[in-house]
Protein backbone atom coordinates (compact mmCIF):
# COMPACT_ATOMS: atom_id res chain seq x y z
CA UNK A 1 0.00 0.00 0.00
CA UNK A 2 1.67 3.13 -1.36
CA UNK A 3 -1.52 5.86 -1.25
CA UNK A 4 -1.07 8.68 0.87
CA UNK A 5 2.48 11.33 0.98
CA UNK A 6 5.45 10.97 2.62
CA UNK A 7 4.23 13.00 5.72
CA UNK A 8 1.11 10.04 5.67
CA UNK A 9 3.71 6.91 5.36
CA UNK A 10 6.63 7.92 7.94
CA UNK A 11 4.04 8.54 10.62
CA UNK A 12 1.92 5.14 9.73
CA UNK A 13 5.65 3.68 10.38
CA UNK A 14 5.94 2.20 7.06
CA UNK A 15 7.83 -0.43 5.95
CA UNK A 16 11.26 0.55 3.83
CA UNK A 17 9.52 -1.45 1.10
CA UNK A 18 6.51 0.73 1.05
CA UNK A 19 8.64 4.07 0.83
CA UNK A 20 10.65 2.87 -2.34
CA UNK A 21 7.28 1.86 -4.10
CA UNK A 22 5.76 5.00 -2.84
CA UNK A 23 9.46 6.60 -4.64
CA UNK A 24 9.08 4.42 -7.94
CA UNK A 25 5.06 5.41 -8.38
CA UNK A 26 6.32 9.58 -7.63
CA UNK A 27 9.29 8.74 -10.39
CA UNK A 28 6.68 7.65 -13.05
CA UNK A 29 4.51 10.46 -12.63
CA UNK A 30 6.64 13.20 -12.08
CA UNK A 31 10.62 14.07 -12.57
CA UNK A 32 12.25 10.99 -11.34
CA UNK A 33 15.53 12.98 -9.83
CA UNK A 34 13.54 14.70 -7.56
CA UNK A 35 11.41 11.54 -6.40
CA UNK A 36 14.86 9.84 -5.99
CA UNK A 37 15.93 12.63 -3.80
CA UNK A 38 12.62 12.54 -1.74
CA UNK A 39 12.77 8.72 -1.44
CA UNK A 40 16.28 9.06 -0.19
CA UNK A 41 15.26 11.61 2.64
CA UNK A 42 12.63 10.08 3.29
CA UNK A 43 14.47 6.54 4.08
CA UNK A 44 16.84 8.84 5.79
CA UNK A 45 14.03 10.06 8.32
CA UNK A 46 12.23 6.43 8.43
CA UNK A 47 16.21 5.25 9.84
CA UNK A 48 16.40 8.64 12.22
CA UNK A 49 12.88 7.93 13.95
CA UNK A 50 13.38 4.40 14.54
CA UNK A 51 17.01 5.31 16.26
CA UNK A 52 15.66 7.67 18.52
CA UNK A 53 12.58 5.51 19.02
CA UNK A 54 14.90 2.58 20.26
CA UNK A 55 16.94 5.12 22.19
CA UNK A 56 13.65 6.17 23.73
CA UNK A 57 13.17 2.67 24.75
CA UNK A 58 16.04 2.64 25.98
CA UNK A 59 15.79 5.12 27.75
CA UNK A 60 12.91 4.01 29.17
CA UNK A 61 14.45 0.86 29.62
CA UNK A 62 16.96 2.59 31.82
CA UNK A 63 14.49 4.31 33.90
CA UNK A 64 12.98 0.69 34.52
CA UNK A 65 15.99 -0.97 35.60
CA UNK A 66 17.29 1.78 37.92
CA UNK A 67 14.22 1.54 39.66
CA UNK A 68 14.58 -2.52 39.88
CA UNK A 69 18.23 -1.93 40.91
CA UNK A 70 17.57 0.56 44.00
CA UNK A 71 14.59 -1.80 45.15
CA UNK A 72 16.89 -4.44 45.62
CA UNK A 73 19.59 -4.04 48.71
CA UNK A 74 21.47 -6.97 49.18
CA UNK A 75 24.43 -8.03 46.99
CA UNK A 76 23.04 -11.46 46.20
CA UNK A 77 19.71 -10.64 45.00
CA UNK A 78 21.54 -7.07 42.72
CA UNK A 79 24.44 -8.54 41.43
CA UNK A 80 22.43 -11.12 39.33
CA UNK A 81 20.13 -8.50 38.08
CA UNK A 82 22.53 -6.06 37.02
CA UNK A 83 24.58 -8.75 34.62
CA UNK A 84 21.59 -9.88 33.53
CA UNK A 85 20.03 -6.27 32.22
CA UNK A 86 23.32 -5.87 30.76
CA UNK A 87 23.40 -8.86 28.57
CA UNK A 88 19.99 -7.74 27.42
CA UNK A 89 20.20 -4.21 26.94
CA UNK A 90 23.62 -5.12 24.47
CA UNK A 91 22.33 -8.28 23.24
CA UNK A 92 25.45 -9.80 24.16
CA UNK A 93 26.41 -13.75 24.51
CA UNK A 94 27.67 -12.97 28.10
CA UNK A 95 27.66 -10.33 30.73
CA UNK A 96 29.85 -10.64 34.19
CA UNK A 97 30.50 -7.74 36.99
CA UNK A 98 33.66 -7.18 38.97
CA UNK A 99 34.13 -5.44 42.12
CA UNK A 100 37.33 -4.46 43.78
CA UNK A 101 38.59 -6.71 46.73
CA UNK A 102 42.00 -5.34 47.80
CA UNK A 103 43.91 -6.28 45.30
CA UNK A 104 42.07 -7.97 43.38
CA UNK A 105 38.97 -7.45 40.92
CA UNK A 106 36.66 -10.36 42.03
CA UNK A 107 34.15 -11.14 39.33
CA UNK A 108 30.65 -11.50 41.69
CA UNK A 109 28.24 -12.87 39.40
CA UNK A 110 27.58 -13.77 35.79
CA UNK A 111 24.82 -14.08 33.14
CA UNK A 112 25.45 -16.72 30.05
CA UNK A 113 28.23 -18.05 31.31
CA UNK A 114 28.78 -21.54 29.91
CA UNK A 115 31.09 -22.66 33.17
CA UNK A 116 31.24 -21.46 37.04
CA UNK A 117 35.08 -20.62 36.26
CA UNK A 118 33.95 -16.89 35.81
CA UNK A 119 32.33 -16.37 39.56
CA UNK A 120 34.82 -15.43 42.31
CA UNK A 121 37.73 -15.49 40.09
CA UNK A 122 40.38 -13.13 41.33
CA UNK A 123 41.68 -11.39 38.31
CA UNK A 124 45.18 -8.72 39.66
CA UNK A 125 44.34 -5.13 38.96
CA UNK A 126 47.23 -4.61 36.98
CA UNK A 127 46.03 -7.47 34.55
CA UNK A 128 43.68 -7.97 31.55
CA UNK A 129 41.05 -5.67 29.89
CA UNK A 130 40.12 -4.52 33.39
CA UNK A 131 43.02 -3.14 34.51
CA UNK A 132 42.50 -0.73 31.32
CA UNK A 133 39.15 0.10 32.77
CA UNK A 134 40.52 0.48 35.97
CA UNK A 135 43.48 3.08 35.09
CA UNK A 136 41.70 5.10 33.25
CA UNK A 137 38.43 4.95 35.23
CA UNK A 138 37.04 4.44 31.40
CA UNK A 139 35.40 2.49 29.01
CA UNK A 140 37.56 -0.40 27.33
CA UNK A 141 36.88 -2.18 24.16
CA UNK A 142 38.10 -5.11 22.63
CA UNK A 143 37.04 -7.45 19.14
CA UNK A 144 38.97 -9.89 20.22
CA UNK A 145 40.23 -10.80 23.93
CA UNK A 146 42.18 -13.51 23.34
CA UNK A 147 44.26 -11.97 20.99
CA UNK A 148 44.64 -8.14 21.51
CA UNK A 149 48.05 -7.22 22.51
CA UNK A 150 47.31 -4.19 24.14
CA UNK A 151 47.08 -5.32 27.57
CA UNK A 152 48.73 -7.84 30.03
CA UNK A 153 47.33 -11.15 30.15
CA UNK A 154 46.45 -12.99 33.26
CA UNK A 155 47.06 -16.74 33.34
CA UNK A 156 43.29 -17.81 35.17
CA UNK A 157 41.64 -14.96 33.69
CA UNK A 158 42.86 -16.03 29.92
CA UNK A 159 41.57 -19.98 30.77
CA UNK A 160 38.43 -18.94 32.20
CA UNK A 161 37.84 -16.69 28.70
CA UNK A 162 38.98 -20.00 26.39
CA UNK A 163 36.56 -21.60 28.53
CA UNK A 164 33.79 -19.60 27.82
CA UNK A 165 35.11 -18.94 24.36
CA UNK A 166 35.27 -14.96 24.51
CA UNK A 167 36.16 -13.05 22.04
CA UNK A 168 34.45 -9.36 21.58
CA UNK A 169 34.63 -7.91 24.93
CA UNK A 170 33.41 -4.46 25.84
CA UNK A 171 34.59 -3.31 29.76
CA UNK A 172 33.08 -0.15 32.00
CA UNK A 173 33.72 1.60 34.99
CA UNK A 174 31.25 1.64 37.81
CA UNK A 175 32.06 4.77 38.94
CA UNK A 176 30.72 6.89 42.19
CA UNK A 177 32.40 9.89 44.04
CA UNK A 178 36.10 9.53 42.49
CA UNK A 179 36.10 5.94 43.41
CA UNK A 180 36.01 3.07 40.96
CA UNK A 181 34.06 0.24 42.96
CA UNK A 182 34.66 -1.95 39.83
CA UNK A 183 34.18 -3.36 36.06
CA UNK A 184 31.03 -4.41 34.16
CA UNK A 185 31.41 -6.28 31.52
CA UNK A 186 29.61 -7.72 28.21
CA UNK A 187 30.92 -10.21 26.09
CA UNK A 188 30.31 -12.24 23.14
CA UNK A 189 31.91 -15.35 21.36
CA UNK A 190 32.63 -14.04 18.03
CA UNK A 191 34.40 -11.26 16.95
CA UNK A 192 32.51 -8.14 17.51
CA UNK A 193 33.21 -4.19 17.52
CA UNK A 194 31.29 -1.85 20.26
CA UNK A 195 29.85 1.22 18.68
CA UNK A 196 29.80 3.93 20.66
CA UNK A 197 25.84 3.54 20.83
CA UNK A 198 26.60 0.33 22.85
CA UNK A 199 29.42 1.72 24.73
CA UNK A 200 27.13 4.97 26.23
CA UNK A 201 24.66 2.42 27.01
CA UNK A 202 26.39 0.16 29.01
CA UNK A 203 27.93 2.91 30.90
CA UNK A 204 24.65 4.44 31.48
CA UNK A 205 24.10 0.93 33.16
CA UNK A 206 27.11 0.93 34.94
CA UNK A 207 26.02 4.55 36.33
CA UNK A 208 22.93 3.25 37.64
CA UNK A 209 24.72 0.03 38.92
CA UNK A 210 27.28 2.01 40.98
CA UNK A 211 25.20 3.45 43.90
CA UNK A 212 23.04 0.45 43.90
CA UNK A 213 25.89 -2.13 44.32
CA UNK A 214 27.24 0.76 47.11
CA UNK A 215 24.24 1.01 49.10
CA UNK A 216 23.84 -2.93 48.82
CA UNK A 217 27.45 -3.16 50.34
CA UNK A 218 26.20 -0.73 53.15
CA UNK A 219 23.40 -2.66 53.85
CA UNK A 220 25.34 -5.55 53.63
CA UNK A 221 27.55 -4.28 56.23
CA UNK A 222 25.29 -2.21 58.61
CA UNK A 223 23.44 -6.11 58.35
CA UNK A 224 26.52 -7.65 59.56
CA UNK A 225 27.60 -4.91 62.26
CA UNK A 226 23.67 -5.33 63.21
CA UNK A 227 24.14 -8.53 63.47
CA UNK A 228 27.68 -8.66 65.41
CA UNK A 229 25.99 -6.18 67.87
CA UNK A 230 23.08 -8.24 68.41
CA UNK A 231 25.52 -11.31 69.39
CA UNK A 232 27.82 -8.72 71.35
CA UNK A 233 24.30 -7.48 73.31
CA UNK A 234 23.23 -11.53 73.91
CA UNK A 235 27.04 -12.35 75.11
CA UNK A 236 26.73 -9.37 77.54
CA UNK A 237 23.17 -10.62 78.65
CA UNK A 238 24.75 -13.90 79.15
CA UNK A 239 27.85 -12.28 81.03
CA UNK A 240 25.60 -10.33 83.19
CA UNK A 241 22.89 -13.36 84.14
CA UNK A 242 26.61 -15.01 85.42
CA UNK A 243 27.60 -12.49 87.42
CA UNK A 244 23.83 -12.41 89.01
CA UNK A 245 23.93 -15.75 89.54
CA UNK A 246 27.72 -15.81 90.84
CA UNK A 247 26.78 -13.00 93.15
CA UNK A 248 23.78 -14.98 94.29
CA UNK A 249 25.78 -17.56 95.19
CA UNK A 250 28.60 -15.60 97.54
CA UNK A 251 25.90 -13.64 99.17
CA UNK A 252 24.12 -17.11 100.44
CA UNK A 253 27.89 -17.96 101.66
CA UNK A 254 28.62 -20.68 98.18
CA UNK A 255 32.13 -21.64 98.11
CA UNK A 256 34.46 -22.37 94.88
CA UNK A 257 32.88 -25.53 94.10
CA UNK A 258 29.21 -23.72 93.80
CA UNK A 259 30.56 -21.40 91.70
CA UNK A 260 32.37 -23.54 89.21
CA UNK A 261 29.09 -25.27 89.16
CA UNK A 262 27.42 -21.65 87.64
CA UNK A 263 30.18 -21.40 85.17
CA UNK A 264 29.53 -24.52 83.80
CA UNK A 265 26.30 -24.13 83.46
CA UNK A 266 26.91 -20.70 81.85
CA UNK A 267 29.36 -21.91 79.10
CA UNK A 268 28.57 -24.03 75.98
CA UNK A 269 31.98 -25.80 76.56
CA UNK A 270 33.38 -27.73 79.26
CA UNK A 271 35.28 -25.37 81.97
CA UNK A 272 37.79 -27.06 84.05
CA UNK A 273 39.95 -25.82 86.79
CA UNK A 274 43.37 -26.50 86.93
CA UNK A 275 45.34 -25.92 90.42
CA UNK A 276 48.94 -27.44 89.71
CA UNK A 277 50.89 -27.16 87.06
CA UNK A 278 50.69 -25.63 83.60
CA UNK A 279 47.17 -25.63 82.20
CA UNK A 280 46.81 -27.74 79.48
CA UNK A 281 46.22 -26.94 75.99
CA UNK A 282 42.61 -26.05 75.35
CA UNK A 283 42.64 -26.72 71.96
CA UNK A 284 41.25 -24.99 68.91
CA UNK A 285 37.94 -22.24 70.22
CA UNK A 286 39.30 -23.06 73.71
CA UNK A 287 40.77 -20.47 76.26
CA UNK A 288 42.55 -20.49 79.37
CA UNK A 289 41.99 -17.67 82.01
CA UNK A 290 44.59 -17.30 85.42
CA UNK A 291 42.42 -16.80 88.69
CA UNK A 292 44.69 -14.60 90.68
CA UNK A 293 44.26 -11.93 93.22
CA UNK A 294 47.48 -9.91 93.79
CA UNK A 295 50.40 -11.56 93.39
CA UNK A 296 48.77 -14.94 94.21
CA UNK A 297 47.95 -17.05 91.62
CA UNK A 298 45.68 -20.10 92.56
CA UNK A 299 45.53 -22.00 89.19
CA UNK A 300 43.77 -21.19 85.75
CA UNK A 301 39.89 -21.85 84.78
CA UNK A 302 40.47 -24.01 81.31
CA UNK A 303 37.30 -24.04 78.05
CA UNK A 304 37.80 -26.86 75.97
CA UNK A 305 35.14 -28.34 73.33
CA UNK A 306 32.53 -26.94 71.47
CA UNK A 307 32.35 -23.77 73.06
CA UNK A 308 30.07 -20.30 72.80
CA UNK A 309 31.47 -17.50 71.14
CA UNK A 310 30.93 -15.67 74.61
CA UNK A 311 32.63 -17.88 76.08
CA UNK A 312 36.10 -16.57 76.60
CA UNK A 313 34.67 -13.65 77.71
CA UNK A 314 32.50 -15.48 80.97
CA UNK A 315 35.71 -16.85 82.07
CA UNK A 316 37.30 -13.09 82.26
CA UNK A 317 34.16 -12.30 84.36
CA UNK A 318 33.95 -15.50 86.27
CA UNK A 319 38.11 -15.31 87.08
CA UNK A 320 38.18 -12.87 89.70
CA UNK A 321 34.73 -14.28 91.35
CA UNK A 322 36.53 -17.48 91.66
CA UNK A 323 39.78 -15.64 93.24
CA UNK A 324 38.26 -13.64 95.98
CA UNK A 325 36.07 -17.21 96.71
CA UNK A 326 39.51 -19.01 97.02
CA UNK A 327 41.16 -15.64 99.05
CA UNK A 328 38.01 -16.20 101.50
CA UNK A 329 38.40 -19.76 101.55
CA UNK A 330 42.20 -19.59 102.42
CA UNK A 331 41.50 -16.93 105.00
CA UNK A 332 38.97 -19.18 106.91
CA UNK A 333 41.20 -22.44 106.35
CA UNK A 334 43.77 -20.54 107.90
CA UNK A 335 41.78 -18.85 110.60
CA UNK A 336 40.74 -22.56 111.50
CA UNK A 337 44.69 -23.70 111.46
CA UNK A 338 45.61 -21.18 113.77
CA UNK A 339 42.92 -21.84 116.12
CA UNK A 340 43.51 -25.70 116.00
CA UNK A 341 47.37 -24.95 116.41
CA UNK A 342 46.72 -22.81 119.63
CA UNK A 343 44.30 -25.57 121.08
CA UNK A 344 47.17 -27.89 120.34
CA UNK A 345 49.59 -25.76 121.66
CA UNK A 346 48.14 -25.25 124.75
CA UNK A 347 47.21 -29.56 125.19
CA UNK A 348 50.95 -29.83 124.94
CA UNK A 349 52.02 -27.14 127.03
CA UNK A 350 49.14 -26.94 129.85
CA UNK A 351 48.89 -30.97 130.50
CA UNK A 352 45.31 -31.64 130.58
CA UNK A 353 43.47 -35.39 130.60
CA UNK A 354 39.80 -34.09 129.71
CA UNK A 355 38.76 -35.76 126.34
CA UNK A 356 36.89 -32.96 125.66
CA UNK A 357 40.05 -31.05 125.45
CA UNK A 358 41.75 -33.87 122.89
CA UNK A 359 38.48 -33.51 121.06
CA UNK A 360 39.28 -29.63 120.09
CA UNK A 361 42.78 -30.27 119.43
CA UNK A 362 42.13 -32.82 116.85
CA UNK A 363 42.85 -35.91 118.92
CA UNK A 364 41.46 -38.82 119.62
CA UNK A 365 41.22 -40.29 123.41
CA UNK A 366 41.78 -43.34 122.81
CA UNK A 367 44.54 -43.38 120.50
CA UNK A 368 48.27 -43.78 120.94
CA UNK A 369 50.33 -40.82 118.81
CA UNK A 370 53.67 -39.95 118.24
CA UNK A 371 54.96 -36.40 118.78
CA UNK A 372 56.97 -35.07 116.05
CA UNK A 373 58.80 -31.50 116.89
CA UNK A 374 60.61 -29.97 113.19
CA UNK A 375 62.57 -27.15 112.29
CA UNK A 376 62.44 -25.12 110.34
CA UNK A 377 58.50 -23.81 110.73
CA UNK A 378 58.94 -22.68 107.20
CA UNK A 379 59.31 -26.56 105.81
CA UNK A 380 55.55 -26.99 107.20
CA UNK A 381 54.12 -27.08 103.59
CA UNK A 382 57.08 -29.82 102.69
CA UNK A 383 56.28 -31.72 105.88
CA UNK A 384 52.57 -31.36 105.39
CA UNK A 385 52.73 -33.32 101.68
CA UNK A 386 54.22 -36.31 103.97
CA UNK A 387 52.12 -39.49 104.11
CA UNK A 388 50.66 -38.81 107.22
CA UNK A 389 48.24 -41.67 108.87
CA UNK A 390 44.98 -40.61 109.42
CA UNK A 391 44.05 -38.16 112.16
CA UNK A 392 47.43 -36.19 112.26
CA UNK A 393 47.29 -32.97 113.54
CA UNK A 394 49.79 -29.93 113.31
CA UNK A 395 51.06 -26.91 114.84
CA UNK A 396 53.44 -24.11 114.63
CA UNK A 397 55.31 -23.31 117.93
CA UNK A 398 57.84 -20.11 117.09
CA UNK A 399 60.19 -21.10 114.68
CA UNK A 400 59.14 -25.25 114.66
CA UNK A 401 56.45 -27.16 113.75
CA UNK A 402 54.77 -29.69 116.40
CA UNK A 403 53.25 -33.27 113.99
CA UNK A 404 51.14 -35.32 116.27
CA UNK A 405 50.20 -38.38 114.64
CA UNK A 406 48.72 -41.86 115.41
CA UNK A 407 51.66 -44.18 116.14
CA UNK A 408 52.29 -47.47 118.42
CA UNK A 409 56.11 -46.66 117.18
CA UNK A 410 57.95 -43.39 117.21
CA UNK A 411 59.94 -44.98 114.35
CA UNK A 412 57.59 -44.82 112.02
CA UNK A 413 57.20 -41.47 111.27
CA UNK A 414 61.01 -41.32 110.20
CA UNK A 415 59.99 -44.23 107.31
CA UNK A 416 59.15 -41.63 105.39
CA UNK A 417 61.15 -38.20 106.40
CA UNK A 418 62.58 -36.13 103.90
CA UNK A 419 66.97 -37.24 103.28
CA UNK A 420 69.52 -34.81 102.49
CA UNK A 421 70.91 -31.90 103.71
CA UNK A 422 68.17 -29.56 103.18
CA UNK A 423 65.72 -31.84 104.60
CA UNK A 424 64.29 -30.51 108.34
CA UNK A 425 65.78 -31.82 111.72
CA UNK A 426 63.20 -33.59 114.02
CA UNK A 427 63.60 -35.09 117.20
CA UNK A 428 60.53 -37.49 117.91
CA UNK A 429 58.86 -39.33 121.31
CA UNK A 430 56.23 -41.67 121.59
CA UNK A 431 53.65 -43.95 121.84
CA UNK A 432 51.73 -41.33 124.34
CA UNK A 433 48.02 -41.30 125.31
CA UNK A 434 46.35 -38.98 126.89
CA UNK A 435 47.22 -35.29 127.50
CA UNK A 436 49.93 -35.51 130.37
CA UNK A 437 51.12 -38.21 128.39
CA UNK A 438 51.65 -35.81 125.12
CA UNK A 439 53.03 -33.43 126.97
CA UNK A 440 55.93 -35.44 128.17
CA UNK A 441 55.90 -36.83 124.91
CA UNK A 442 56.18 -32.93 123.40
CA UNK A 443 58.83 -32.22 125.99
CA UNK A 444 61.11 -35.27 125.21
CA UNK A 445 61.02 -34.81 121.39
CA UNK A 446 61.96 -30.97 122.06
CA UNK A 447 65.00 -32.26 124.31
CA UNK A 448 66.24 -34.57 121.40
CA UNK A 449 65.65 -31.60 118.50
CA UNK A 450 67.57 -29.62 120.84
CA UNK A 451 70.50 -32.99 121.44
CA UNK A 452 70.56 -33.29 117.20
CA UNK A 453 71.01 -29.40 117.03
CA UNK A 454 73.78 -29.50 119.96
CA UNK A 455 75.49 -32.57 118.25
CA UNK A 456 75.26 -30.81 114.89
CA UNK A 457 73.34 -33.78 112.91
CA UNK A 458 70.99 -31.15 110.85
CA UNK A 459 68.71 -32.89 107.99
CA UNK A 460 68.50 -35.85 110.65
CA UNK A 461 65.72 -37.21 112.92
CA UNK A 462 66.47 -39.54 115.90
CA UNK A 463 64.07 -40.62 118.49
CA UNK A 464 64.38 -40.12 122.06
CA UNK A 465 65.01 -43.71 122.66
CA UNK A 466 67.72 -43.36 119.75
CA UNK A 467 69.57 -40.50 121.61
CA UNK A 468 69.18 -42.01 125.00
CA UNK A 469 71.41 -40.54 127.88
CA UNK A 470 72.75 -37.88 125.21
CA UNK A 471 69.51 -36.15 124.80
CA UNK A 472 69.60 -35.92 128.92
CA UNK A 473 73.16 -34.83 129.00
CA UNK A 474 72.42 -32.17 125.97
CA UNK A 475 68.85 -30.98 127.36
CA UNK A 476 71.11 -27.91 128.90
CA UNK A 477 74.52 -28.14 127.09
CA UNK A 478 75.36 -25.99 124.42
CA UNK A 479 77.86 -27.33 121.61
CA UNK A 480 80.46 -24.88 123.04
CA UNK A 481 79.94 -25.48 126.84
CA UNK A 482 81.12 -29.13 125.62
CA UNK A 483 84.40 -27.94 123.00
CA UNK A 484 85.61 -25.94 126.21
CA UNK A 485 85.09 -28.25 128.44
CA UNK A 486 87.14 -31.57 126.19
CA UNK A 487 89.31 -28.90 125.24
CA UNK A 488 90.20 -28.03 129.48
CA UNK A 489 90.62 -31.76 130.02
CA UNK A 490 91.65 -33.41 126.74
CA UNK A 491 93.68 -30.47 124.91
CA UNK A 492 96.97 -31.77 126.52
CA UNK A 493 96.55 -34.78 125.31
CA UNK A 494 95.43 -33.86 121.83
CA UNK A 495 98.56 -31.50 121.70
CA UNK A 496 100.61 -35.30 122.75
CA UNK A 497 99.11 -36.80 119.99
CA UNK A 498 100.11 -34.40 117.35
CA UNK A 499 103.75 -34.26 118.69
CA UNK A 500 104.07 -37.68 118.90
CA UNK A 501 102.06 -38.78 115.97
CA UNK A 502 100.63 -41.81 118.18
CA UNK A 503 96.49 -42.28 118.46
CA UNK A 504 96.40 -41.18 122.45
CA UNK A 505 92.87 -40.39 122.31
CA UNK A 506 91.48 -43.43 120.80
CA UNK A 507 93.86 -45.34 123.64
CA UNK A 508 92.45 -43.08 126.66
CA UNK A 509 88.98 -44.16 124.78
CA UNK A 510 89.47 -47.82 124.26
CA UNK A 511 91.04 -48.43 128.10
CA UNK A 512 87.91 -46.50 129.48
CA UNK A 513 85.65 -48.21 127.88
CA UNK A 514 87.08 -51.76 128.30
CA UNK A 515 87.14 -50.70 132.28
CA UNK A 516 91.26 -50.73 132.01
CA UNK A 517 91.67 -54.35 131.15
CA UNK A 518 95.00 -54.40 129.05
CA UNK A 519 94.38 -57.62 126.83
CA UNK A 520 90.83 -56.17 125.68
CA UNK A 521 92.02 -53.00 124.76
CA UNK A 522 94.88 -53.85 123.21
CA UNK A 523 92.82 -56.47 120.69
CA UNK A 524 90.28 -53.62 120.26
CA UNK A 525 92.87 -51.10 119.60
CA UNK A 526 94.58 -54.33 117.22
CA UNK A 527 98.48 -53.66 118.77
CA UNK A 528 100.67 -55.61 121.30
CA UNK A 529 100.51 -55.36 124.85
CA UNK A 530 103.56 -53.74 125.44
CA UNK A 531 103.10 -50.92 122.71
CA UNK A 532 99.61 -50.50 124.42
CA UNK A 533 101.45 -49.91 128.12
CA UNK A 534 103.53 -47.31 126.35
CA UNK A 535 101.14 -45.74 125.45
CA UNK A 536 99.07 -45.43 128.74
CA UNK A 537 102.42 -44.52 130.05
CA UNK A 538 102.30 -41.44 127.77
CA UNK A 539 98.36 -40.90 129.41
CA UNK A 540 100.05 -40.79 132.94
CA UNK A 541 102.81 -38.58 131.95
CA UNK A 542 100.10 -35.79 129.99
CA UNK A 543 97.06 -36.45 132.44
CA UNK A 544 98.49 -37.27 135.57
CA UNK A 545 97.97 -40.29 137.87
CA UNK A 546 94.12 -39.98 139.12
CA UNK A 547 92.61 -39.99 135.50
CA UNK A 548 92.09 -43.73 136.58
CA UNK A 549 89.84 -42.70 139.27
CA UNK A 550 86.07 -43.33 138.81
CA UNK A 551 84.92 -40.08 138.90
CA UNK A 552 87.66 -38.79 136.76
CA UNK A 553 87.44 -41.79 134.13
CA UNK A 554 83.47 -41.55 134.16
CA UNK A 555 83.84 -37.73 132.95
CA UNK A 556 86.48 -38.53 130.56
CA UNK A 557 84.38 -41.04 129.03
CA UNK A 558 81.29 -39.19 128.84
CA UNK A 559 82.92 -36.26 127.09
CA UNK A 560 84.49 -38.91 124.43
CA UNK A 561 81.36 -40.49 123.60
CA UNK A 562 79.92 -37.03 123.44
CA UNK A 563 82.82 -36.12 121.33
CA UNK A 564 81.91 -39.67 118.89
CA UNK A 565 78.36 -38.50 118.51
CA UNK A 566 79.47 -35.23 117.27
CA UNK A 567 81.44 -34.04 113.63
CA UNK A 568 84.99 -33.72 114.00
CA UNK A 569 85.53 -29.65 114.59
CA UNK A 570 88.09 -28.12 112.08
CA UNK A 571 91.63 -27.81 113.40
CA UNK A 572 91.69 -31.53 115.43
CA UNK A 573 94.72 -33.41 114.90
CA UNK A 574 92.76 -36.71 116.06
CA UNK A 575 92.98 -39.36 113.57
Known sequence: MTGGSWLDLLLRDAAAEDLLRHGADLA???DAGTADRETADALRLKTLLHQRAQRAAELGALNDIALRLASLSTPDALHPEIVGQARRLLGADLAYLGLVDERHLRLVAAAGALTPELVDLAVPLSRGLAAEVLSHAAPRWTADYRTDPRFRHDGPADAAASAENMRGLLGVPLRLDGRVLGVLFAGDRRRRDFGE????????LAAHAAPAVDNARRVRDLTEDNARLADRAAELERILRLDGRLTRVVLRGGGVEDLLHEIRAAAGGEVGFVTSGPPPDPGPGGAVRPVTAGERTFGALVLTGPAAPGDPLLLDRAAPALALALVAEQAVAEAGRATRDVLLLDLLTTPSDRPQDLR???????????????????ARPRIERLPWPAGTVTAEHGTRLVVVAPAADPEELQRDWPRGPDAPTAGIAGPARGGRALARCFAEARSTLDALRTLDRHGQTATAAQLGLYRILLDHTGRADLEARFRQLLGPVLAEQARRRVPLLDTLHASLTHGGRARATADALAVHVNTLYQRLSALDRVLGDTWRTPDRALELHVLLRLRTAMPEPPGDDAP
Not at 197 to 204: F, I, P
Open 28 to 30: RSR
Open 197 to 204: HEVTLLSA
Open 360 to 378: LAGLDASASYAVLVAEPAS
